[in-house]
């Protein structure tokens, strides 16, 4: 059989067919498409690589800066109301500024005059005596370096000696009317005392030597001794001594 096909073929010998007049331009351009693809491709996947390599570069060379927190809405306190008598809380910072050196800002500009700030003499009363009747005035004299001030009457007794007993009652109020007297440094101010002479009374008055007073300050707790020598009635309630009110000046 293989024979018979072979010996056929021999006798009917196939010219190969020429190509067509553009088969090889069809040719050449089916390649060149091929070889444009296969670079653009190439090309596409060359920039990738390049773009994530500058990439990883620039962030190794910029690393990113602090990243901010995120914004929130601002809370509005409601203030409490203030209970009724209590004061109201003080404003930040309104402490007070620190002292200094050489000068004391814990002492108020004004305010009440404090024992250590008065020098308490006695001085004869502008007005002298009158039957029976001595008359003094008991002068404050500011010697702080604020302005304060003096307001009633103050608390007036004999004394036996500047660390001795007190002798026959304190002084009793007048009954003047108060003012508030400002001082201001350097300045005085008076209150009046009165004592009937002891002579008057011998019956009953029992002489003693007085040294000088002991003298309060209105509001004050601290007393003060005010030398003062005189012959006075030792008896409770004999001959007693008064003081008035505290008045602005030392002289009329």
């Known amino acids: ?16 067919l020429a190509p067509g007049p553009d088969a090889y331009q069809r040719v ?6 091929r070889r444009a693809g ?19 570069a620039f962030r190794f060379a910029h690393p990113p ?7 929130t809405t601002p809370t509005v306190a409601t203030p409490s109301p203030t209970p009724a ?22 002492r108020p500009v004004t305010g009440r005059c404090r024992t250590g700030e ?12 009158s039957a029976g009747s001595v008359w003094e005035w008991l002068i404050f004299t500011n010697t702080s370096d604020r302005t304060c001030t003096l307001y009633g009457f103050p608390g007036v007794s004999y004394l036996s000696g500047a660390s001795g007993t007190q002798i026959n009652d304190p002084a009793a109020r ?15 101010a008076h209150a009046v005392l009165r004592t009937g002479h002891y002579a008057a009374y011998l019956d009953t008055c029992n002489p003693v030597p007085a040294a000088g007073y002991r003298v309060y300050v209105p509001d004050e707790t601290a007393s003060v001794f005010v030398p003062r020598p005189w ?22």
């Open 65 to 71: 800066g602090p990243v901010d927190p995120p914004a």
């Open 28 to 33: 050449a351009r089916s390649a060149r498409r």
């Open 118 to 129: 008065l020098r308490i003499t006695t001085a004869p009363s502008p007005g002298g005596a």
């Open 174 to 188: 007048d009954g003047g009317t108060p003012v508030r007297v400002t001082l201001a440094p350097g300045q005085g």
């Open 231 to 252: 012959t006075v009635c030792s008896t409770n309630g004999v001959n007693g001594l008064t003081v008035s009110a505290i008045y602005p000046g030392t002289t009329e």
């Open 1 to 16: 059989m293989a024979d018979h096909f072979e010996d056929w073929l021999a006798g009917h010998q196939v010219e190969p």
């Open 85 to 106: 008598g209590a004061a109201p809380p003080s404003p930040p910072g309104s402490s007070p500024p620190a002292s200094s050196p050489g000068t004391d800002s814990t």
């Open 38 to 56: 296969r670079a653009a491709a190439t090309a596409a996947v060359v920039s990738v690589v390049l773009a994530a390599t500058a990439g990883t």
